[in-house]
């Protein structure tokens, strides 16, 4: 049976991620600056320690704004994708204003020599238009969707879709999908927030039991099953969680599955 292989996915968000909402006070900055300031030393020093290649989606304002961390990521071999230039869900994007945001922040990507082989969209969100950009800009993968579980898959362009009416198919596009859940994202499960209100907050066993178990089930009954985790530097990087994230990974290599960076996944695909 193939080789089980998990991709440690960082979304390295920073200030980004709270500059997207409607109301934005200093306090909620320095809560993004902390991803930047403590958790990416800290997980570069883990995966350099459990010798894990891993991928990192960086918006373009993230790159300006925190060039060293970004520079110590692509010195540890670790893979930089395109995660937007300002993190606004597209949704919310005029087709243009997506575009031109797309666009920037590849050109901030080309500055510090990247030429992003995967794309994820901010919020893990999409609007009609971002599929189709990611395409003509010659992305390689998404990771933003989550149709299935532990394979990727070819979404689809041009679907037609409205109440009352079955679905009509558009066409797959060249894109890979390397699909990610809201069960395997740190920050859905521990980022509390008080406006707009998310708990967060869970404890590390329960989270652990969850990321493991998709972890093992899949070991057990998908050949060469593919694992994406989302984390973020700002959410992961806390010492209680990062202990977390190292149990998972000794659980995962005990079982025998490699490591890989989403690049060279769908490098291989
Ligand atoms: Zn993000």
């Not at 901010?122 to 149709?147: I, K």
């Not at 050949?223 to 806390?238: E, F, S, W």
Request: aromatic share 10%; net charge negative; charged share 25%.
């Amino acid at each position: 049976m193939p080789q089980s292989r998990v991709c440690l996915t960082f979304d390295f968000d920073a200030l980004s991620v709270w500059l997207a909402y409607d109301r934005v006070t200093p306090a909620m900055l320095y809560r993004g600056e902390y991803g930047a300031r403590v958790g990416v030393p800290r997980i570069l020093s883990f995966l350099k320690e459990r010798e894990l290649d891993a991928t990192f989606f960086v918006p373009g304002h993230t790159v300006e704004s925190f060039p060293d961390e970004v520079n110590a990521i692509l010195q540890a071999g670790h893979e930089v994708a395109h995660h937007s230039y300002a993190h606004i869900d597209p949704s919310l994007q005029t087709a243009d204003e997506e575009r031109a945001d797309m666009e920037r922040a590849l050109h901030v990507l080309e500055g510090i020599g990247v030429k992003p082989l995967g794309f994820r969209a901010p919020s893990a969100d999409l609007s009609e238009s971002t599929l189709p950009l990611v395409e003509e800009h010659g992305f390689l993968y998404d990771s933003s969707l989550m149709a299935d579980d532990y394979r990727p898959f070819h979404p689809r362009i041009g679907d037609q879709v409205a109440r009352g009416e079955p679905l009509v198919r558009g066409r797959e596009s060249t894109v890979w999908e390397l699909p990610l859940s809201f069960e395997l994202d740190d920050w859905v499960h521990f980022q509390f927030n008080f406006d707009p209100y998310r708990k967060g907050g869970a404890t590390p066993s329960d989270v652990l039991e969850i990321w493991q178990g998709e972890f093992d089930w899949m070991d057990a009954n998908v050949d060469g099953g593919i694992l994406t985790v989302t984390m973020h530097p700002q959410v992961i990087g806390r010492g209680h969680r990062i202990a977390m994230l190292d149990a998972f990974v000794a659980n995962c290599r005990e079982k025998g599955a490699r490591f890989a960076r989403m690049g060279d996944v769908a490098q291989a695909l």
